[in-house]
């Protein structure tokens, strides 16, 4: 008898969460809005290169995981013997760049939405806090506020340009392409 | 139902005596899984995947070529010595054959540069009291080269002619080569193992066989990259 009352007590017990989620109302869900794509690709081959080895964000555990030549490569696209690993001979891939958009997007959707919008500066993101080590950040300072790589990302971040006319000199500067590292 | 407290209140003496002395056995054991909960669950299966030492190699500058050093010599498990940086140089993608006498030069964040050579079974390291490299670093491997007939490629003065591969990409925070250079070969998430030959210049650039006295083994063979 004792029993029995104690396993109705735990039946009660263990609803009483679920009745109160179902009070919870619907939330709204509204799209993300997120910088250009077509601008991304001039911004993706910056963070492959400082952020995406393998033995940091390439790897499939990481919330911001990138995909690239340089580290992880994205499954499905083809095999380690023709090339397709990383450091070999297959460039990163569009499809490759499309999951790190999505990565880079989807880490915080809301606040990049309001940085697009004008409503939250890039540094409210941690996409812009960690590399600057002005949060924590395990792979320590990657660069600067104001550095070549710094500039390419949150003036891509911004979005106050017209898609697809993304300046990308600080981009190619950071990559080492032109004078400034 | 009673609660503990409500049995303490009404118990004899001994009774008491016996709580005292449970609850002193429940406190160890309390601490003791504190304590064991301070370990690092995913570390410790790494370590544990690795398995044992290879038949007689004894732990030290010799053992488990290949595995990823800094797994164990690092903060934690801290097994001694500390590890900076460690890894191994095989001779090319397809053995596990060692390199010894190659160069492995690092180049840091900060402008330091060291150089290690590769022992007879092909490991490197650097102790954290040795060297102290900032990250990111750039390596690059100097390979000894070799002629057919097994004698080291020298230049008109006689100096040896050393064969360069350079990492395209940097090293950004593991201490462990082989973290990204696992013995498994080329996949999705690894280059495959540190090596000197494509498999066409195995035959035009031989390396010599292991050292009798080497006091290391190769890796088990478990399986080939493609070049």
Excluded at chain 1, 54 to 76: A, I, K, M, T
Excluded at chain 2, 119 to 137: H, K, L, M, S, V
Excluded at chain 2, 204 to 219: D, H, L, R, S, V
Aim: charged fraction near 20%; aromatic fraction near 8%; include cysteine.
């Amino acid at each position: 008898m004792k029993r029995r009352a104690l396993a109705v007590f735990a039946l009660v017990l263990g609803a009483l969460p679920l009745g109160q989620a179902a009070c919870v109302p619907e939330t709204t869900i509204t799209d993300a809005i997120c910088p250009p794509y077509e601008d991304f690709k001039k911004v993706s081959p910056v963070l492959e290169q400082r952020c995406g080895t393998l033995d940091c964000h390439g790897q499939v555990s990481r919330p911001l995981r990138l995909y690239s030549n340089l580290g992880l490569r994205l499954p499905g696209i083809d095999e380690p013997e023709n090339g397709y690993f990383p450091g070999g001979t297959v460039p990163t891939v569009e499809q490759e760049i499309e999951a790190n958009y999505r990565a880079v997007c989807g880490l915080e959707p809301e606040i990049i939405t309001d940085v697009v919008n004008g409503a939250a500066e890039p540094t409210d993101l941690t996409l812009v806090r960690k590399p600057r080590l002005t949060e924590k950040h395990k792979g320590g300072r990657i660069w600067d506020e104001g550095k070549a790589g710094d500039r390419c990302l949150v003036a891509w971040l911004k979005a106050d340009y017209a898609p697809g006319t993304f300046n990308d000199g600080d981009c190619k500067a950071a990559l080492g392409v032109d004078s400034e590292q | 139902m009673s609660s503990p407290l409500t049995h303490l209140a009404g118990a004899s003496a001994s009774a008491l005596g016996g709580y005292v002395a449970r609850l002193g056995a429940g406190a160890v054991l309390a601490l003791g899984l504190v304590l064991g909960g301070c370990g690092n669950p995913v570390i410790d299966a790494e370590i544990e995947a690795l398995g044992g030492e290879a038949e007689g190699v004894a732990p030290g500058e010799f053992h488990r070529p290949g595995q990823p050093c800094a797994l164990c010599h690092n903060d934690y498990p801290g097994e001694d010595p500390l590890m900076a940086v460690a890894g191994t140089v095989f001779a090319d993608p397809v053995s596990f054959h060692p390199v010894e006498g190659a160069e492995v030069i690092l180049y840091d964040a900060v402008g330091q540069i060291f150089r290690k050579e590769t022992n007879c079974i092909g490991n490197f390291f650097w102790t954290r009291d040795e060297a102290d490299p900032q990250f990111p670093f750039a390596v690059e491997v100097r390979c000894p080269t070799y002629n057919t007939d097994g004698t080291p490629k020298t230049d008109p003065t006689g100096k040896p002619i050393f064969k360069v591969k350079a990492m395209g990409s940097w090293v950004s925070r593991d201490r462990s080569c082989a973290g990204c250079h696992s013995l498994t070969g080329r996949q999705l998430d690894s280059t495959g193992w540190i090596y000197c030959n494509t498999q066409q210049e195995a035959a035009t650039n031989p390396y010599p066989p292991i050292a009798e006295t080497c006091a290391g083994k190769p890796p088990r063979q478990k399986g080939a990259a493609s070049e």
